[in-house]
């Protein structure tokens, strides 16, 4: 079965830009949950508490969603690329807990109204979304007590806000793509996650190995006791 779509053939809207993301891979083995991409050692899912539901916001291949199932959380993962949807259906088909959803995270969060003990992102759909349109929808779908944490590459200087990115489709084609990435500094990040409602924000950054690489933002959040899902 092939994931991918030809290298010739252009994405015309940014879920088809994800179709392409990390084609040719096999089963990773989910011995972990990872909030780099790095296999480091760092923080893992004791972050998210002991949750009984979890929603993961742009799960690509799946593999942390894939890793809470099997620790007995029930999850739901939404991706608006139908090739990581297909590839993480037919990856982890033996967890009945798990469940792919192909969607836009802001659609899934506006249709569907359950309720999710933590809902979490690395380097996902948070990343890759504005702010001011998906913390609302997280806030009204996080249940009482429960944890909003994501994760995505430490900004570089000045690099605050929406910025676009660059990269094959990104830039100096005819039919380039625009896609941006909402990235704040914790201070930053903090502002607008009360600004929607969110309380006990934390930040940290977890460094990269490699000497001057850009490390890992790393926040968490709970909503304020009246804001959330019931
Ligand atoms: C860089 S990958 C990260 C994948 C994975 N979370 C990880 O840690 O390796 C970003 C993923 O977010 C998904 N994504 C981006 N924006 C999204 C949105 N608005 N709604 C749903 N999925 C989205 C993409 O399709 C892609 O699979």
Not at 18 to 34: C, E, I, L, T, V
Not at 46 to 66: C, Q
Not at 101 to 126: K, M, N
Not at 141 to 150: I, K
Request: glycine share 10%.
């Amino acid at each position: 079965m092939s994931f991918a779509t030809p290298e010739h053939s252009a994405p015309t809207t940014l879920a088809e830009y994800w179709d392409k993301y990390r084609p040719g891979r096999q089963r990773p083995a989910a011995h972990r949950f990872d909030w780099t991409g790095l296999a480091d050692g760092g923080p893992g899912a004791e972050i998210l508490g002991e949750p009984k539901t979890a929603l993961d916001l742009g799960p690509a291949e799946g593999e942390n969603a894939a890793f809470l199932a099997r620790s007995g959380v029930e999850v739901t993962a939404v991706d608006f690329s139908a090739v990581q949807v297909d590839r993480a259906r037919e990856f982890w088909n033996d967890l009945p807990n798990l469940e792919f959803v192909h969607a836009e995270a802001c659609g899934f969060l506006d249709q569907d109204d359950r309720p999710f003990h933590a809902i979490y992102s690395t380097w996902g759909a948070v990343w890759f979304t504005d702010p001011d349109e998906l913390f609302p929808r997280i806030a009204r779908r996080l249940a009482p007590g429960g944890v909003f944490a994501f994760s995505h590459r430490e900004p570089g200087p000045d690099q605050y806000g929406p910025q676009q990115m660059g990269g094959a489709w990104l830039e100096g084609r005819e039919d380039e793509l625009t896609m941006l990435r909402w990235q704040y500094t914790a201070g930053q990040w903090s502002d607008v996650l009360k600004r929607h409602g969110f309380s006990n924000v934390r930040a940290r950054v977890l460094p990269s190995p490699e000497r001057g690489a850009l490390g890992t933002l790393l926040i968490t959040a709970r909503v304020a006791a009246c804001g959330g899902a019931s």
